[in-house]
């Protein structure tokens, strides 16, 4: 059973700082990592795609990857409130292209 | 790129009746699309992967003489809910990937059909 576990929240942080989104996976063999924003009432829009150990940065948006660990991360520098959403993570393993979401964790960015 | 549209965006249907939701690709080729269905404050459930030319293969629990699926072509699927009862009431969202030749194998969502069974 392939697992995708995130802390559901809500987590708060003050407007401008970094908000810090934690998954973690059980498959050894997954090669393809995504997090995804929900906004309530709306379907998951992608936002960051990564595959090889490290980080990958995108704007405001960095994605850090440890196979070893078997986490993922998502940091977003200087929060605003409209990054306020749920954010999904999702991962895919071998060869397959069916990716096992998280349940998803609420972040709230307040003024 | 890689625009994925649903229509209707929201219905509101007696039960009993059947509900047909489309789910386009607009500007790719999707051989995949995927279902899901989301309660309020639920994660994502995946109903059923959809193929191209094939019959689609549904998740554990999905009855699939309920929810019709069609994906008759590269950037078009159906899904349509049988006999629909107010249980049957969610938000239903199509996606749709690979894109081809692309390293990873991201999933493009539709905005999504909210459905209300009366």
């Known amino acids: 059973q392939k697992e995708v576990e995130q802390n559901s929240g809500p987590l708060s942080v003050p407007e401008g700082a970094i908000a810090s989104l934690n998954c973690t996976y059980s498959?050894?063999?997954?090669?393809?990592f995504f997090w995804y924003r929900q906004y309530s009432g709306k379907s998951p829009e992608l936002i960051m795609s990564?595959?090889?150990?490290g980080d990958k940065e995108d704007g405001r948006f960095t994605a850090q990857l440890n196979k070893a660990s078997q986490y993922v991360s998502l940091l977003i520098r200087d929060s605003q409130p409209s990054d306020s959403a749920t954010y999904l993570c999702?991962?895919?393993?071998?060869?397959?292209?069916?990716?096992?979401f998280g349940r998803g964790t609420s972040l709230i960015v307040h003024p | 790129g890689a625009v994925v549209s649903q229509h209707p965006s929201w219905v509101i249907c007696k039960s009993g009746t059947s509900v047909k939701i489309e789910c386009r690709s607009l500007?790719?080729?999707?051989?995949?699309m995927f279902w899901y269905r989301q309660f309020p404050k639920q994660s994502l459930m995946l109903m059923a992967t959809?193929?191209?030319?094939?019959?689609?293969?549904?998740e554990q629990g999905v009855e699939k003489d309920k929810f019709l699926i069609n994906h008759a072509s590269l950037t078009l699927s159906t899904l349509t809910v049988t006999s629909a009862h107010p249980e049957d009431s969610s938000f239903y969202i199509c996606?749709?990937?690979?894109?081809?030749?692309?390293?990873?194998?991201?999933?493009?969502f539709g905005p999504g059909t909210r459905l209300t069974v009366l």
């Open positions: 498959d050894r063999g997954s090669q393809s």
């Open positions: 959809s193929n191209e030319g094939s019959k689609a293969t549904y």
């Open positions: 990564i595959y090889s150990n």
């Open positions: 996606s749709a990937g690979p894109l081809a030749g692309r390293t990873f194998n991201e999933q493009f």
């Open positions: 500007d790719f080729q999707a051989t995949t």
């Open positions: 999702a991962v895919t393993s071998g060869g397959s292209y069916i990716p096992t």
